[in-house]
Structures are given as C-alpha cells and as structure tokens.
C-alpha cells in the first residue's frame, strides 16, 4: 500500500472515529470534509511539481549571485507567464544561478523549454511558482 493511500485510509478512519464518538455525523462530517478537501487543493501545488507547456524565454530579471530571479515566457498558445527561480532547499534545488545563466542566453530566441514549476502564483502578495528544474523541446 503506497504512502498517499495508507494516509487517507488513516485520515478517513480517524475521521469516522470522531463521528462515532460524537454521534454528530451530518453536522460534522460536511464541514471536516470541506475543510480536508480545501487543504488538499490549496497545499497540493507545493509538494506535487508539475510540467508547464512548450515556452519560449522572453526576458529575464535578476542578476547573478542575487540569489532571486524571474523569467519571463511565453507559450504556444500566446499566453505569458513570470516564473520565480530561486533555491529550493527542502527540494534539494541549488543551483537557480546556474540556470539562471541558461535562460539569459536563452532570451528572445526561438528555443523552447518545458519547466517543472512548484506552488502556485498569489497575484496579492506578488509570489510567483518557482522553477524546480528544465528541458529543452
């Protein structure tokens, strides 16, 4: 039994147990269920990374040895989007600088990369999904 499946099964036998013990069920169960479901919604882009589509690097913003970079791109479709690259300690993502280097030399050309980003993009509070690694198409 895989992790993932062995904590729901734990999560869904606590959460039974505490409405036997409370004989509550209907007034329970609905808000435990929004509440579990929100956070899995809301804490999944920060551990599940995901591929973005085929881009093209427009621009960059950051100089070497700052430590905290955006690129800019662009995808087939005409969509744009900021990508932070940063360290990424507890992912083991230590070289932003490095690819940072990549993707300079990368700006207005027609190369096209795929990026493994993590979280999400917060417009409120000006955060961005960070890059975790890349390919070239």
Request: proline residues 3%.
């Amino acid at each position: 039994m895989g992790l993932i499946k062995k904590i729901i099964v734990a999560l869904w036998t606590g959460f039974v147990g505490l409405c036997k013990l409370t004989k509550e069920r209907p007034k329970i169960m609905v808000p435990v269920l929004l509440v579990l479901l929100f956070m899995g919604w809301w804490v999944k882009p920060y551990f599940w990374a995901t591929w973005t589509g085929p881009a093209t690097v427009t621009s960059t913003q950051g100089e070497a040895g700052e430590g905290n970079y955006i690129v800019f791109v662009e995808y087939a479709d005409g969509s744009k989007e900021s990508i932070q690259n940063v360290d990424c300690w507890w992912r083991f993502k230590i070289n932003s600088t490095d690819i940072q280097a990549e993707m300079k030399g990368a700006e207005g050309k027609d190369k096209t990369y795929r990026f493994k980003v993590l979280g999400r993009r917060l417009h409120i509070w000006s955060s961005y999904r960070n890059m975790l690694t890349y390919e070239r198409e």
